[in-house]
């Protein structure tokens, strides 16, 4: 049974130049989360999607969006990159309830 | 001042020693309760899931909720040199909800 997993591993962009990651949920799971996790801090939720919709949005501004497939897979785009933008972002899946998230590996971006 | 507050160590204990992690919160709403462990550029692996106050046993591992202090503990009890990670506490106010971190514990366990 695969988990979650992320594409591409590593990344690097420079300022103002937009990027696109990408999640393929735990087989039989329907809601993927994203969560952005600088370096030496705990991860910060930045969006969750469920049945194509986002559902619930941390506090991160526009430039950041997404979207979710048929298939549950969810994309997470970031526009007009910034420095601090720079970190491990990690997609998470989960079923209905109780809520217990599963995390990927996680996708390490640096902007230069 | 951070929902969700964890000291960031690191915590360094010998190989069998008792490891104490805990966090603090402030947000009355959260219900559930959980633990990650987080390898170095690796994902967090869930280690520990509790609904509302309690203890929950799981192998090496135990998990307490103190909702009245708004407080969480886990201890690992026989630690071994692959227990070194960093430890994310983590809480949502409902099922389905998004998750508050902690900004995790690095633990080192020495042979």
């Known amino acids: 049974d695969a988990g979650v997993t992320q594409s591409p591993t590593h990344l690097i962009k420079t300022r103002g130049q937009q990027v696109t990651l990408r999640c393929s949920p735990k087989?039989?799971?329907?809601?993927v989360s994203w969560y952005q996790q600088a370096l030496g801090q705990g991860p910060q939720f930045i969006f969750q999607?469920?049945?194509?919709?986002?559902?619930q949005r941390g506090n991160f501004p526009d430039r950041f969006s997404g979207h979710q497939f048929p298939n549950y897979s969810s994309e997470l785009n970031v526009n007009a990159l910034l420095l601090g933008d720079s970190a491990l972002y990690l997609c998470?899946?989960?079923?209905?309830?109780?809520?217990?998230?599963?995390f990927g590996p996680g996708t390490r971006l640096t902007v230069l | 001042q951070k929902e969700v507050e964890q000291d960031p160590g690191p915590l360094s204990v010998p190989e069998g020693a008792i490891v104490s992690l805990n966090c603090t919160y402030s947000?009355?709403?959260?219900?559930?309760f959980m633990w990650y462990r987080q390898y170095s550029r690796k994902g967090p692996e869930l280690l520990m899931y509790?609904?509302?106050?309690g203890n929950k046993e799981d192998g090496r591992f135990t998990a307490q909720v103190d909702k009245s202090s708004k407080y969480i503990s886990l201890f690992i009890r026989d630690s071994q040199p692959s227990d070194s990670a960093t430890y994310l506490c983590?809480?949502?106010?409902?099922?389905?909800?998004?998750?508050?971190f902690g900004g995790g514990t690095r633990v080192l366990v020495k042979p």
């Open positions: 998470a899946s989960s079923l209905g309830m109780p809520d217990t998230q599963y």
């Open positions: 087989s039989g799971h329907d809601t």
């Open positions: 999607y469920y049945e194509e919709e986002e559902r």
């Open positions: 947000n009355s709403a959260f219900q559930y």
């Open positions: 509790t609904y509302s106050s």
């Open positions: 983590a809480m949502s106010a409902a099922a389905g909800n998004k998750l508050t």
